[in-house]
């Protein structure tokens, strides 16, 4: 059975970090692209960043762009965010997701249950 | 703002079918996955590429697209189909996904 679990979520001042993980296991982790997608509390979702199975392509959001940063150990089969500078808009849960790798789409076919990231003073 | 777009309310009587749209340029490159959220929960996927559905989704969603607009049909709608759908894309570079605002599906 595919499991994600995210943690490392938390409340953090303006300017603070944070580094988000996600285990991953039932699967061949090192052979999956994996994503970050958020959502702020009663909107939508958004695309963070996304990294390709051996790290090799690595893309961010404009949102996040010099400020998260994402990577895995696949010697691991994890998945991490970290995020500085952060601002008060970055208040989200944010998830961890698969990517199947179809031909001509982004399919997220396995989410986690998400963490909680609060940023406030 | 998201490239994709979506209508941001639909109801529909239990039992009928409802369809749920998603326009967009890059559509007409890419294909749209759709995903299923009910409240406190993750989302999960129920349509991806031309037309298929992961184990365990029913058959009553069913998906397609013409020009830039996606559509996510459920034909039969049931009371646990009341849910905010999202459809999934890419955007124009093709290397960021991209998400619609949500629709929020009511079953009367």
């Known amino acids: 059975e595919v499991q994600l679990v995210e943690s490392g979520g938390g409340l953090v001042k303006p300017g603070g970090s944070l580094r988000l993980s996600c285990a991953a296991s039932?699967?061949?982790?090192?052979?999956?692209?994996m994503n970050w997608v958020r959502q702020a509390p009663g909107k939508g979702l958004e695309w963070v960043s996304s990294?390709?199975?051996?790290?090799?392509?690595?893309y961010y959001a404009d949102s996040v762009k010099g400020r998260f940063t994402i990577s895995r150990d696949n010697a691991k089969n994890s998945l991490y965010l970290q995020m500085n500078s952060l601002r008060a808009e970055d208040t989200a849960v944010y998830y961890c997701?698969?990517?199947?790798?179809?031909?001509?789409?982004?399919?997220?076919?396995?989410w986690g249950q998400g963490t909680l990231v609060t940023v406030s003073s | 703002s998201s490239e994709l777009t979506q209508d941001p309310a639909v109801s529909v009587a239990l039992g009928q079918t409802v369809r749920i749209t998603c326009q967009g340029d890059s559509l007409r490159s890419y294909y749209a996955s759709w995903y299923q959220q009910k409240p406190g929960q993750a989302p999960v996927l129920v349509i991806y590429g031309k037309n298929n559905r992961p184990s365990g989704i029913p058959d009553r969603f069913s998906g397609s697209s013409s020009g830039n607009t996606a559509s996510l049909t459920i034909t039969g709608a049931q009371a646990e189909d009341e849910a905010d759908y999202y459809c999934?894309?890419?955007?124009?570079?093709?290397?960021?996904?991209?998400f619609g605002g949500g629709t929020q599906l009511t079953v009367l």
């Open positions: 997701a698969r990517e199947n790798p179809i031909v001509g789409a982004t399919v997220l076919d396995y």
């Open positions: 990294i390709s199975s051996s790290s090799s392509y690595i």
């Open positions: 999934n894309s890419r955007d124009s570079s093709g290397n960021h996904a991209v």
């Open positions: 039932g699967f061949t982790f090192s052979s999956y692209s």
